[in-house]
């Protein structure tokens, strides 16, 4: 892991250790449906692998599902396999795998979340059609900031940096080797 700073790699180890405690309540639990886990699961790991030859964009509607079908442990662990797995063009591969993994499973476990308590659940079972709105708008509204403020964790730049040009970018952007710049890294 030559070429990324110790604290890039302490973040990346903070956000999977907080992904790992996030997943950790669904394994001794009995009512997990572990088959609507692995075929929410498989469904996104073929559909990364796809739109990975298609060039397009990731599968978050799929792990959008698990937030709103599942227990929040449960739907933390939908994006593991398909990120842990999944294909990565630059070193450290570990490094990125996991903080793939890691922050796609925070933010499904904070939309899960915040539909669980708005009542979005019982409001689906319930056909609360306009109510059921608001449960499902907020959990892709957090689920977004999640991994947003997840990512914007890793744009800080040193400190010491001097800031260059009136766009306010950093001269020595030491940050480009960090594991969660860009997304096809």
């Given amino acids: 892991m030559e070429g990324i700073p110790a604290r890039a790699r302490a973040y990346a180890a903070c956000v999977a250790l907080g992904a790992l405690l ?41 792990l959008l599902a698990g937030a709103f079908l599942l227990a929040p442990a449960a739907a933390a662990l939908v994006p593991l ?30 939309a899960a979340r915040v539909h669980r308590a708005l009542g979005g659940p019982a409001a689906v079972a319930d056909s609360d059609l306009p109510y059921a709105l608001l449960p499902a708008g907020a959990a892709v509204l957090v689920f977004c900031a999640a991994l947003a403020l997840l990512t914007a964790g890793c744009w800080r730049s040193p400190r010491g940096c001097r800031r260059a040009g009136s766009a306010g970018g950093c001269s020595c952007a030491p940050w480009r080797r960090w594991p969660c710049t860009g997304s096809a890294g």
């Fill in 22 to 62: 996030c997943t950790l309540p669904a394994l001794p639990d009995g009512r997990t449906p572990w088959w609507a886990v692995g075929l929410l699961a498989v469904l996104y790991a073929g559909g990364e692998r796809i739109a990975r030859r298609r060039f397009a964009g990731t599968l978050h509607p799929v």
């Fill in 81 to 110: 396999p398909g990120a842990l797995f999944s294909h990565v063009e630059r070193r450290p591969f570990l490094l990125r795998r996991v903080w793939r993994a890691a922050h796609a499973s925070l933010a499904v476990w904070a």
